[in-house]
Structures are given as structure tokens and as C-alpha cells.
């Protein structure tokens, strides 16, 4: 991801796959995919320190269970209970 990246620019390029499910509409749920992707790019920067490898295995698995959590969270329960 480009540095100069921002949440807009990244809306613009989601694929249609993701966009189209109904969990798309939750807030939360597109800002933890963006920092999901914003970690990525930094974990690129990590792995250049000899230190870095275990940094950025542990931050993309903490980013990418926001969403997976969401993900869960959202798939149980009807009605009020989803809510």
C-alpha cells in the first residue's frame, strides 16, 4: 500500500466480493480491514530489523483478528440478538 494511501483512496480499490456483503455497511468493520492493510505495508518496514520478523507476525495476526472477530460476531444470533 502506497504511503500516501488514505481510507478513501483504499474504499475505491475493495473488491466488489467484499463491498457487496451485507457486513460491508458495518463502520467498524471496513476501518479494521483498512488497518489490516495499513499493517501490512508496515510490516514490510519490520522485516528490514533483524528484531522485526516477530513484531510483524504478531501485529498482522492481531489486525486481521479485528475483522475475523466482526466477521464472527456478526454470522450469530437474529433480531435483537445481532443487534
Not at 67 to 74: D, H, K, L, M, V
Amino acid at each position: 500500500m502506497d504511503d500516501a494511501q488514505n481510507y478513501e483512496t483504499w474504499m475505491k480499490n475493495v473488491p466488489q466480493a467484499i463491498t457487496s456483503e451485507d457486513l460491508w455497511r458495518f463502520f467498524g468493520y471496513r476501518k479494521a480491514l483498512f488497518l489490516f492493510d495499513l499493517c501490512w505495508a508496515d510490516c514490510a518496514h519490520l522485516l528490514n530489523h533483524p528484531l522485526g520478523k516477530p513484531i510483524a507476525q504478531q501485529l498482522i495476526r492481531s489486525a486481521g483478528s479485528i475483522s475475523a472477530n466482526i466477521e464472527e460476531g456478526y454470522g450469530r444470533g437474529y433480531g435483537k440478538d445481532r443487534a
